[in-house]
């Protein structure tokens, strides 16, 4: 369960338990529980309901995307770096992208065909410490380095963010976007 928590996209976490962390992905998703109310009794009840017939969590159920996104609410950015193969954020990095901002680079990367940078990574299993719901997503520092070469325009104090971020290690960017009401 802890390493379901985690925020990031490091993929060791679930080595050898891929199809388990799905599965447990799944139920979060179809019961809509908060991933921070999860623990291994609901799990388990959750489990046995399933065992009984009385649930099933064999589909997917798709509450991740800008779909469930709130645009109008300003998105915390920071960087993360790998450490002992995890993704930890720097310390004390942050940066607050405006709605306006988010809105416009939003709209950008849907015109350059790149609206991916974002979609392709989004998941909502985070949470604020006060209980907002969030929408992640966690591109690469080259992708998203790569969407400014190809002409996506973000505040120049943003940029030199990126480019800060990037000499101290940073390997993702964290998008932290709040989820609608």
Not at 122 to 146: C, E, N, R, W, Y
Request: with cysteine; charged share 25%; glycine share 6%.
């Amino acid at each position: 369960m802890a390493g379901l928590k985690a925020q990031g996209s490091s993929p060791h976490l679930f080595d050898g338990c891929d199809k388990e962390a799905k599965h447990i992905y799944r139920i979060i998703m179809t019961e809509n529980i908060p991933v921070n109310e999860m623990d291994e009794e609901k799990l388990y009840s959750f489990l046995e309901r399933e065992k009984a017939g009385q649930a099933d969590y064999s589909k997917p159920v798709d509450r991740d995307g800008l779909a469930y996104v709130d645009l109008n609410k300003d998105v915390e950015v920071y960087p993360c770096v790998s450490r002992g193969g995890v993704m930890e954020p720097l310390e004390e990095q942050q940066y607050l992208l405006s709605s306006v901002d988010a809105q416009s680079m939003i709209v950008q990367l849907q015109c350059m065909g790149r609206l991916s940078l974002i979609t392709e990574t989004i998941q909502s299993l985070a949470q604020k410490h006060d209980g907002t719901q969030l929408q992640t997503a966690f591109p690469s520092v080259g992708d998203v380095k790569a969407c400014i070469d190809a002409g996506l325009r973000l505040p120049k104090t943003f940029i030199a963010k990126i480019n800060e971020w990037e000499a101290m290690g940073c390997s993702e960017i964290n998008f932290d976007f709040v989820e609608n009401d």
